[in-house]
């Protein structure tokens, strides 16, 4: 079995949304002093790879922890977006081509190559993003999430968070960001999972994700 981990690293100095904090990591205990090493950490809940649940954008929405943990793990299908341009949208003729194969898959992940530009500014501006006929399809659907690598899924400059209200509205299902190396998952139906740090009455969490085959 291969497996390949989808998730960024957090560490000091990484790309975050804009107009939060980078996470911070500072020696809690030492080796010297202690006898064992430990760091604390503070960073914003949506630090890195991370899940939105509906508590993200609405009160009174699920959390991320009241979600069953069947949410984060099952199928994924890797649709291939990369020739999408910049500031493009990504609609349903991208998903067509995936026939029966879309029907199989319990997570949607969008592979527009984006991460490459991870650690530059190009990062946070002009990613492709989906249309609404893409998120209404999903709705329709039985999917547990939908994955992007890059750092939103609205455009930066979309304070409605448009994307965002028209997923969440519809029921509870997972949104994860800031996921890497879509590409080198293979065609076709894989496993997948997105394991989140299990914060109470959480609106967001970084997590670990995963694919194998």
């Known amino acids: 079995m291969t497996v390949i981990d989808l998730t960024q690293a957090i560490a000091e100095g990484m790309p975050v949304y804009p107009g ?5 990591l500072a020696p ?3 080796y010297e002093r202690d006898g064992f090493k430990e760091t604390r950490l503070t960073m914003y809940s949506h630090t890195g790879t991370h899940i939105d649940p509906p508590a993200h954008i609405f009160p009174g929405g699920t959390t991320l922890d009241r979600l069953p943990a069947s949410q984060f793990i ?3 299908l890797v649709i291939d977006c990369r020739d999408v341009p910049a500031g493009g949208e990504i609609g349903m003729e991208r998903l067509e081509p995936y026939g029966k194969a ?8 969008f592979n527009t190559g984006w991460d490459r530009f991870w650690g530059r500014e190009e990062y946070f501006f002009g990613y492709p993003c989906v249309s609404a006929g893409v998120l209404d399809f999903v709705l329709a659907g039985d999917y547990r999430g939908i994955g992007l690598d890059t750092i939103g899924l609205d455009p930066v400059d979309d304070a409605h968070l ?13 949104n994860i960001e ?8 293979p065609e076709g139906i894989i496993g997948f999972g997105c394991f989140p740090i299990k914060l109470t009455e959480s609106d967001g969490a970084p997590a670990r994700a995963l694919t194998w085959f």
Do not use: K, M, V
Request: glycine share 16%.
């Open 74 to 76: 099952g199928t994924a």
């Open 20 to 24: 939060t904090e980078g996470p911070r």
């Open 178 to 185: 800031n996921l890497t190396g879509l590409g080198r998952c």
């Open 102 to 109: 879309l029907r199989q898959a319990g997570f949607l992940l």
């Open 28 to 30: 809690a205990s030492s």
């Open 162 to 174: 448009t994307r965002h209200r028209r997923l969440f509205s519809g029921r509870d299902i997972i």
